[in-house]
């Protein structure tokens, strides 16, 4: 996550770390693996990938560009030596307090840089980064076109990556949790305050969509329902004087409120043209039922499902790149098969859940509504089937199996009692 504002390097990273996973963990494993992960935390990270990617592969048999396809689907089967080492990760008491508490400091990092950034106009840990792309490559990390067309906070990802919010956003529950069991109510309130701010600059509706789940899950059985609703009615308020304040944040709040009236112009027009990639992606569904125009094949598939061809889009110029909604891009790239298959991953996680301690629910509820908040069908996202987003939901994946599903660990003794 640290090396997300420079994707070439953390995509190198990735790779070394499952190059490493597959040596340590498969090895582990046949000698009685259960000492790094438990049978069952092995099996549902094992699920929870094959749901993902086997619908990836399916889909390539007939897909726009097979060859193309093929190798990305066997390229992707580097996440999962990769998952279960970020399972293992958090399989211990210590595991999860280093782990998880290292994404709430990721996630109190990024907002103070947001803050600093809403104040003062400059990330300053993108300005580091940017600096030091400049030593080692004489360029920066964004154009001079790329930071002029940028329309809302970018923080640690910078102006020509615009999503910190949903980011930010879907990371929050780790932060959220951490500052209510270390600070209590006040420390929730305090955090979830400092967050929501950066979002609401961050301009993505979705993660407006997505902090609200997040603050509506994370907080009520912390402070009840009386003070819960009093914390979104400041939130509102706060809201309405950062549109007051900024052009940015106005605009897509009127954008948004257009999403209101009737006219479907106006809709499309405050979705930013997602009604006219939705019904392309419903004519894909149409036309490849079975297993869809292939993963990521949804920019090639476009132009012939487009319903209204030769107009410009609000989006520009060019095909869409992706579905903007998870039921609608496994659907139309993968067909009925992958709504099938994802749907037993689905299954598979709330089955476990489901049956699950109230202890390691308790220890995996950050993951959870991570993951679930992420993935919540009723919103817009970015394309699951890409290397950045896909590696992330799978990434929450792999947290919330392992975390569920820990090691049995004895009892630590305490004034010389086992409890």
Known sequence: MILWPAPGYAEGVMVLGALAAIIHLVGARFRGGAALLSAPAWALTSVLFFAYWLPQLVSAVDSVDVGRALREALVDLR?????????????????????????????????????????????????????????????????????????RLGGVLGPCNLKLGVVLASL?????????????????????????????????????????????????????WRRLLAVFAAGLVVAVVAAVGSPQVRDRIERTAMGLSADEAGVDNALSGRARIWDAALCMVRENPVNGVGARGFREAFAGCDPRPGELAAWGDGPAFHAHQIVLEIGSETGLIGLLMWLAGVAMAWRAWRFATPDAREQARPAMLALAVTVFPLNTHLAFYSTFWGGFTLLLSALYAGSLLARVEPVQPQDGVLR
Do not use: H, N
Not at 95 to 120: K, M, P, Q, S
Not at 203 to 215: E, K
């Open 172 to 224: 929050s529950p780790f932060g959220l949790y951490w500052a209510g069991r270390r600070f209590g109510a006040s420390g929730w309130v305090i955090a979830s305050a400092a967050i929501g701010i950066v979002l609401l600059f961050a301009g993505s509706r979705a993660s407006w969509l997505t902090y609200a789940l997040v603050l509506l899950f994370s907080g009520w059985r912390l402070l009840g």
């Open 79 to 151: 996440y999962l030596p990769f998952l279960w080492l970020v399972a293992s990760a958090v399989a211990t008491r210590r595991g999860r307090r280093i782990t998880l508490g290292g994404l709430a400091v990721i996630v109190a990092v990024w907002t103070i840089d947001g803050l600093c950034e809403v104040v003062f106009g400059t990330s300053p840990l993108f300005f580091g980064i940017d600096q030091l792309k400049q030593l080692i490559s004489s360029r920066p990390m964004c154009t001079v076109d790329q930071i002029a067309a940028a329309d």
